[in-house]
């Protein structure tokens, strides 16, 4: 069975930082890409950063190119999300995604596994 449980979320200032982790059971990383995506109140889940199978190629959202960087451990099974430099409009709930590709993959409706999200909370 394919887990994703997702970490590290929380309650931070506008220009703190905070590492997600994903850690991932029943799934291999050189099969699949992975992915983090973003939901707020009222809108539509948002890709935010996407990392290819072989771990070289990678996508950003241009809302967070040069202040998130997406990364995996191939030992720990896990893969993070380093946040720096936060803004209030991060706010949201922070969800996990693979997905059996050679791609990188950004829109969610191509994605069959999620984890259950954590909750991002960046005041002003």
């Known amino acids: 069975e394919v887990q994703l449980v997702e970490s590290g979320g929380g309650l931070v200032q506008a220009g703190g930082s905070l590492r997600l982790s994903c850690e991932v059971s029943?799934?291999?990383?050189?099969?699949?890409?992975v992915a983090w995506f973003r939901q707020a109140p009222g809108t539509e889940r948002q890709g935010v950063s996407c990392?290819?199978?072989?771990?070289?190629?990678?996508y950003y959202a241009d809302s967070v190119r040069g202040r998130f960087t997406i990364s995996r451990d191939n030992a720990k099974n896990r893969v993070y999300l380093q946040m720096n430099s936060l803004k209030p409009e991060d706010t949201a709930v922070y969800y996990c995604?693979?997905?059996?590709?050679?791609?990188?993959?950004?829109?969610?409706?191509?994605?069959?596994?999620w984890g259950q999200g954590t909750q991002v909370t960046v005041s002003s």
């Open positions: 990392l290819s199978r072989n771990g070289q190629n990678t």
């Open positions: 995604a693979g997905r059996r590709t050679t791609r990188v993959v950004t829109t969610p409706q191509e994605y069959d596994t």
């Open positions: 029943g799934f291999s990383f050189d099969q699949n890409a």
